[in-house]
């Protein structure tokens, strides 16, 4: 079962992606993703695709979660607010292998 969960030990943000298995009845103690998945920002909604090959998520991280190179003029926020990656929950996708999941 991959989850979101806040306020964990070990989490990145304020939302992580993580792992459990279910062995002999018993759920296995809770893996964070990691960075490749998860950021300082909300990381949720896991899904994996129907054949297994894609995992999907949203988050809200965006390009002002660090400092600005430089000050944007009106016209290059404006373009950046309406772009991916502005902070507004974006889906995005890696092939599952990525995760590394070995049981």
Sequence with gaps: MIFAAAGREGGLGAFDLFVSWRKEGVWTQPLNLGEGINSS?????P?????????????NRGFADRPLDKRLSYTELKSRLRSPRNGLRDIYQVEASALKLAR
């Design 47 to 59: 899904k994996l695709s129907p054949d297994g090959r894609y995992f999907f998520f949203a988050s």
């Design 41 to 45: 920002k909300w990381d949720f909604a």
